[in-house]
């Protein structure tokens, strides 16, 4: 069960938290569990409480009935394990039959075949494309999750997602056969005992190949949920360990990036905070994540590889290939793709306080010369049109160890002081 009655003795009892003998006419409250860490508002209520129908989940939290550790939250918003949500009187619709079986096209169940890189009688483990959504929402009606009935038949359940990727993210995603299996790969994931590895093509080359970041996340003011930034007060910890694997010149580099946090665009702030945002990504790195010539405007980050517990007790190790845009990038930078295997590696603990300090100094100049840059636009006249177009090219705020994306830094580093790790402070092979 992914939710419990707040300070109940029958925590994780696994039924449904109206079947413990309380009336659904009563206030509820409820503690977020790990396995919902991250999940919206209104996802919550149809994976814990179906009975109650989004209009309704919507009205409550339109006149902020439904609220999340006290305050009002919306459908969208996300929930935090731990958080208290409080669920009012009523609301319970008539039981429904089971879910109707999207109608595939041919060409669907083709083209979902396409994205299967193995499948078992617990999990289906696909590469996703970029371009297309791992779930549906407002105006988003192609996603992975409308095309996993291609692997389900009338009489066995319907597959479910156990986590997610950026629209633009491409790779390995895992899919849970029955309910079971999803519970159990659910929980490995909120247990952080998943590794992922993660490729990207980023602008620069980071002055440290070898390092953790370390800066909190928060959703971004005034966008709607639909952006994040770095907040050392109000942010969740968000924790990024990555490696430079090769590079191009002073170009651009191609990295090995492994969340230890599962925050949303986690990978993509961390690497724009640093100064090196991913290439193709204009929405935290601006028109400094995009490289001139022939290489894609696409987003280069990919999934590479998930390695998780099964249910069998062998380890699920799946490794998903690269989109056309991505591996033609790599081929025009003279990355081979053979120079790495992907291979997670142990958490190592945060930064090293001197390279905190460089970054906080580095930040806090960039942070100045912004603000110098808004007010000469807001005195051109044109001011808030400027603005926004500025405000949207910024990098998201918070340490850097490298230089901005324009300048990268040029020079391999040795090994930093206070680092640790078997290949902490390498230095790729070079092509200059």
Same mark, same amino acid.
């Given at each position: ?156 359940? #319907?597959? $479910?997602? /156990?986590? *997610? ?6 790779? %390995?995603? !895992?899919?849970?056969? &029955? ?61 990024? #360990?990555? $490696?430079? /694997?090769? *590079? ?6 191609? %990295?090995? !990036?492994?969340?230890? &946090? ?171």
């Amino acid at each position: 069960m992914s939710a419990n009655r707040h300070n109940d003795a029958d925590e994780g009892s696994g039924s449904n938290p109206w079947d413990a003998g309380k009336s659904p006419d009563t206030v509820r409250q409820f503690t977020v569990r790990p396995d919902d860490n991250d999940i919206r508002v209104d996802r919550w209520f149809k994976r814990n409480l179906p009975q109650i129908g989004f209009a309704m989940v919507s009205r409550w939290a339109r006149t902020g009935q439904i609220r999340v550790d006290g305050k009002r939250v919306k459908p969208e918003d996300r929930l935090c394990a731990g958080q208290v949500l409080r669920v009012p009187p009523g609301g319970v619709s008539a039981p429904r039959g089971p879910r109707r079986r999207e109608e595939l096209s041919g060409d669907d169940i083709e083209r979902a075949e396409r994205m299967l890189i193995t499948q078992d009688k617990a999990a289906i483990v696909l590469n996703k494309p970029p371009g297309l959504a791992t779930q549906g929402g407002t105006g988003t009606r192609d996603h992975v999750d409308r095309l996993l009935d291609a692997f389900a038949d009338e009489t066995s359940p #319907r597959p $479910r997602l /156990v986590h *997610r990727l950026d629209k633009d993210t491409s790779g %390995v995603l !895992l899919t849970a056969r &029955t309910p079971g299996s999803a519970a159990f790969f659910s929980k490995r994931f909120s247990g952080r005992s998943a590794k992922k590895v993660y490729w990207a093509l980023v602008v620069g080359v980071p002055e440290v190949h070898d390092g953790i970041i370390e800066a909190k996340l928060a959703k971004q003011p005034g966008t709607g949920g639909e952006k994040m930034h770095v907040d050392e007060k109000e942010g969740q910890t968000a924790k990024t #360990r990555y $490696r430079v /694997v090769d *590079r191009a010149g002073n170009r651009a580099a191609w %990295v090995e !990036l492994q969340p230890f &946090t599962g925050r949303t665009h986690q990978l993509r702030v961390h690497m724009a905070a640093i100064g090196h945002p991913i290439v193709g990504d204009g929405k935290y790195g601006g028109q400094d994540a995009f490289l001139t010539g022939s290489i894609s405007r696409k987003m280069h980050l990919h999934a590479r590889r998930l390695i998780i517990e099964h249910p069998d007790g062998v380890p699920l190790d799946a490794t998903a290939e690269l989109p056309e845009h991505f591996a033609g990038s790599m081929e025009q930078l003279g990355f081979d793709e053979n120079d790495s295997d992907a291979a997670p590696d142990p958490d190592r603990g945060p930064m090293p306080k001197s390279l905190q300090k460089k970054a906080a100094k580095q930040h806090s100049k960039q942070i100045r010369k912004d603000a110098r840059g808004e007010r000469r636009e807001r005195g051109t006249g044109g001011g808030r049109q400027k603005l926004g177009k500025k405000s949207a090219a910024k990098f998201a705020k918070g340490p850097r160890d490298g230089r901005r994306g324009a300048k990268p830094a040029g020079k391999p580093a040795g090994k930093p002081t206070g680092q640790s790790g078997p290949r902490q402070g390498s230095a790729p092979k070079g092509r200059r």
